[in-house]
């Protein structure tokens, strides 16, 4: 059966498929585990696999065609570690069924000629005219070093540049290039004067904000008070109740639509819905008539399944009931542009996600910040 195009609100910020989740290294700071307390390994172990665990590439291009094709909203790729889905060989699978542009953010987990390979002849497909780079490598150094015999970082711009030789282009300038390599910074990671020589004049190369609390601190600038650190800080025993509606189509790796990040990402540090996937394929899919039934006493439940010929992207604006805040990943609340760059043009502030209704204890109050602004999101009608 042919799905329904979906009809995409002004509203919708950022298409994401997670692909797969797992993964090829096992940084410690992994936003894939809520607590990045280092056990990424033990949480998605690659080798286990005795229930289906992700969409065939088959079922991706059915999904993914049900999004129209939109020049300024690529859908992102990402994991874990997508050059790894399917063997390797799925991504090329996708991108030649599907009319979309992709942007894909990996760890440059296979030789550059074999991810070309894979590509089946569709570079096309992750080459849209952007003021940055559609495939954006990222730099772990710990596990690059570990992997690539204590030289991660020239390894990493080799493979980069080599993708010249494969039908993209590669230039220092990020409005230029397809490639571009980003660092996250946390505190532990530094961009040394040997890795400038390695990359001037060849890849760009940023670093980006690391979110999260280390040795204490908590990084970052977020919208709603405690709403990543509340648990991580110790500034309160338990997570508070909210309401909460999302402005990113998120997608996990079996094709369950997601309402925030820590709910896709917990829900397969606690296995992952495969049990329920069963269940639901059983039904055609349709979420909208058995997801109540299929996901009974489970705290994490997903918002629809792509595959679902009901779903809606109506779905997504409805404030559902969280009792999770405080757990909140940083992506999430973090204040940023959306993709008309709002916060740097008009100031306003953009959340990848909208929360009203927090039950705020007034014990907190003396630590939030900005009380008198914060108090907007304790009401049950703030957006
Ligand atoms: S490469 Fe990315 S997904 Fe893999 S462990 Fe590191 S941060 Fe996590
Ligand atoms: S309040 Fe936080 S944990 Fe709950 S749905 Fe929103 S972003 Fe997710």
Redesign the pocket.
Known sequence: MILSQLQLPDSLNYVGVFLTLECNLGCSYCINDPEQTGQRGALFPIKVKQQRNSLTPAEWVKALNRIPYRLDLPITLQGGEPMLYWKGRGLGMILSETPHYFDLLTNFALKPEVFASNLNGQQAKLQRDAPYPSIRISYHADEMNRTWHGDGFTELVNRCTALADHGFKVSPSKAESDVGIYMVAHPQNRVTTEMEAVYAGRVPFETKEFLGVDEGVLHGHYLYPF?TDLIASGIHPQTLS?E?RTTELLLDPLGFVW?????LYQSWVEGGPVRQFEALEAQGFRFSEWGVKIFKGHKLVPVGHILDPEFSMADLEVF?S?Y??G???GC??KVKNNRFQSYYDKGIAHTS?N?RNIQMPESLFDKIDNLEQARQFFKPSAS
């Open positions: 709403s909210c909460c309402g925030c990040h820590y709910y559902r969280c999770h805040y757990r909140c990943i999430d609340t996600v929360i």
